[in-house]
């Protein structure tokens, strides 16, 4: 893995390590938690399509609050999806990996997964946003220190 996090650091698009923002930081679990109501109304009306789509931009964007917390700025969805895994576990970056090829397969094949499946995708992406919420609350500065320094050795 960080014979990947590396590459991710010299790509256009990449890693930038910049300032710690909890102005920025909430904004976007902000708009995690709206993109997964929005979901939840595309599923109402049956547009799984949408919904899966909305579903992993709901996951992204809180994983995003995280990296947004610590100072990262990354417009590669994988890179940072490699870096929240890279610094918190691939635990926690399992069920963003598997939705994003879901995205994938909805926005640009128009392939959805049965209607129940996408239902325990929209259930699991609330625990999965909850998580990163609470993560990002309780964030301590030595943490965030902690978590720069270990993105700082891999930039070389």
Known sequence: MEKRVKW???IKDGVKITNPSKIISDSYIGLAKSTLKGAGMMLDVK???WATVMIYYAEYYALYSFLARIGVKCENHLCSIL???YLLGREKTKKIERDRYRRVDAQYYLRTVEED????MFNS???????FDDIVSKIKDEKIDSYRRRLKTMRN
């Open 8 to 10: 991710c650091f010299k």
């Open 47 to 49: 547009d799984l399509l």
């Open 83 to 85: 870096l929240v895994a």
């Open 117 to 120: 499946r996408i239902m325990d």
């Open 125 to 131: 992406a609330k625990i999965f946003v909850n998580e």
